[in-house]
């Protein structure tokens, strides 16, 4: 069975500056994909960034990034410049290789950027 | 863009009462999914369809069925609401194939409320 942890309830970082997400996670399966989203108060959930257990470079989209280290099992989002916007909850999920996988999601972080 | 929309944000109904939640994508995506989200539970899925009338329990399917007739429409149905399905659900849309990593597109929720 699969599962995602994040161990971090709650975040506080200052604006401008950069903060690590904390995702680990648990699988027998060889090809998986882990993926993180954004939730906004609003409730939408918003796609960010992808890392496939394939992947030899780490993904980077914008100002996210994504630490993945596999031999730890860990796939940690950094984000870089902080943004009041960037204040929402974030959850970490994960996907096994076939084409109808169910995808397994953590608890979620909820990240607060200070003025 | 991908839209995913949800029939209602809010919804109060009273316990006994049969709800239905619908969901409607503009993607022709093959698999849909519905969620539940409770705090510090993270995302729980209650059941998905990987095709028109195929349907998969989920995690948590104790007390809901799901209807697909259509493509495009994947509904939710509380057979008889208690207070314990008071929750927010989300519904969510992913393409199939090639590879991994198509992410779920997702609608903006509905708030339930069994009074």
């Known amino acids: 069975a699969q599962k995602i942890t994040q161990t971090q309830p709650g975040m506080f970082v200052q604006e401008k500056e950069a903060v690590t997400l904390d995702c680990t996670y648990d699988?027998?399966?060889?090809?998986?994909?882990l993926f993180w989203y954004k939730q906004p108060s609003s409730g939408e959930m918003i796609f960010l960034i992808y890392q496939g257990s394939y992947d030899q470079q780490n993904a980077t989209e914008g100002r996210y990034s994504l630490n993945f280290q596999k031999a730890r099992k860990s796939a940690n989002l950094v984000i870089s410049a902080s943004q009041l916007g960037d204040s929402a909850m974030y959850f970490c999920a994960m996907r096994k290789d076939t084409n109808a996988g169910k995808s397994t999601f953590g608890d979620g972080t909820t990240l607060t950027v200070k003025p | 863009d991908v839209k995913v929309t949800q029939s209602s944000r809010y919804l109060v109904k009273r316990t006994g009462e049969k709800v239905f939640l619908e969901c409607v994508q503009d993607m022709d995506h093959e698999n849909m999914f519905w969620y539940r989200q409770d705090p510090g539970l993270g995302l729980r899925l209650i059941y998905f369809?990987?095709?028109?009338?195929?349907?998969e329990k989920g995690d948590i399917p104790e007390g809901y069925s799901v209807s697909r007739e259509k493509k495009e429409r994947f509904s939710l149905i509380l057979e008889s609401a208690s207070t314990n399905q008071t929750s927010m659900y989300l519904c969510?849309?992913?393409?199939?194939?090639?590879?991994?990593?198509?992410?779920?597109?997702f609608g903006d929720g509905t708030r339930l409320s069994i009074l």
């Open positions: 969510a849309s992913r393409p199939v194939g090639p590879g991994i990593n198509q992410p779920q597109h």
């Open positions: 369809s990987y095709d028109v009338k195929m349907k």
């Open positions: 699988t027998s399966d060889p090809s998986y994909g």
